[in-house]
């Protein structure tokens, strides 16, 4: 079916079926053109929350619409591509961090949200990397933070705060490839430019950042700033995001190597085909899901 074609029964199918279409800053441009909300986890988190459509499309990955479904379970939660899973997720298991709360049994929880249910359902408290600092700044002071699952947000927060953290040691595979010469190089061919990174990223490359920020952050640094150049070291699904909104400013990628394969999963046939059939539908068992939304409220709760 040809594209123009394509978006046209999406729009059809999505009235018919009373359906939404939610997709994270990451995913390609053709899928944000045909988003009714964009934005990162903590966003849609909100959005899906308080939308009154009954059919959630979730463009994003396995995590995102889990978080979406515990949330709102009387909505039915689709994500077009089953497989579109989170390495960064999978890299904290259930069993990794009962143990480690064995071995440290007096702490907080913290957990980026960028984590399966079963670990958010162990879970004080949850994150974005939006409101991590805050997250941990609001836990009491005595007590020992356990952070998962990424060890380079935990070690910023942990530089921000300055909070005793026994930090996880997953990563980003995506954020890995931003690499320090790169961003060398990039400051000198572009001199004038503000360098914005995620804090997903290696911590030499933050240190060489002038700030470090999650994409709702930057989103709005942006559009603020005075400056009219800007090197994003973030998955480069944001250069589009910042383009369509400030195009009179230039965004360029610190990486064109910073990919989301997962989040490039997403594509205009599959969410098509997710809405003619209603599924794949993601669900959490009501157990697991109702002790996770206690850490996901948390999260929302202090913004
Ligand atoms: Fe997970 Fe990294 Fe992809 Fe985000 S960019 S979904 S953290 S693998």
């Known amino acids: 079916m040809p594209k123009e074609e394509l978006v046209q029964n999406i729009e059809r199918l999505k009235r018919e079926r009373g359906a939404v279409i939610l997709a994270h800053n990451y995913q390609p441009p053709e899928i944000q053109d045909i988003a009714d909300h964009l934005g990162d986890s903590l966003d849609l988190s909100r959005i899906a929350q308080r939308i009154e459509q009954r059919v959630i499309v979730f463009c994003g990955v396995h995590f995102m619409a889990e978080t979406a479904s515990i949330l709102s379970p009387d ?69 020992e933070i356990i952070f998962g699952p990424d060890q380079y947000l935990g070690g910023w927060v942990q530089r921000q705060t300055g909070r005793k953290m026994i930090i996880w040691h997953g990563f980003c595979p995506s954020h890995q490839k931003i690499l320090p010469a790169q961003i060398e190089e990039l400051r000198e061919r572009y001199p004038d430019a503000v360098v914005m990174v995620h804090p997903e990223v290696h911590p ?44 009179e400013k230039r965004f360029i990628e610190a990486s064109r190597q910073a990919i989301c394969p997962n989040m490039k999963k997403i594509t205009l046939e599959k969410v098509f085909s997710s809405l003619e059939n209603q599924e794949p539908v993601v669900t959490v068992p009501g157990e697991i899901a109702d002790r996770a ?3 996901i409220e948390r999260m929302i709760e202090i913004g």
């Open 75 to 143: 909505k039915k939660v689709i994500l077009p591509e089953p497989t579109a899973g989170c390495p960064l997720a999978d890299m904290l298991s259930l069993e990794d961090l009962l143990s480690l709360k064995e071995k440290h049994p007096d702490t907080e929880v913290v957990m980026y949200v960028n984590s399966t249910a079963e670990v958010k359902a162990h879970t004080d408290t949850c994150c974005t990397s939006a409101n991590a600092v805050k997250v941990v700044e609001g836990t009491p002071e005595e007590r």
């Open 293 to 295: 939304r206690r850490s």
């Open 204 to 247: 030499e490359v933050s240190r060489m950042a002038d700030e470090v920020l999650g994409t709702a952050g930057m989103i709005r640094f942006a559009g603020e700033s005075r400056a009219g150049t800007f090197i994003v070291g973030t998955e480069i699904g944001m250069v589009y995001r910042l383009s369509s909104l400030y195009p």
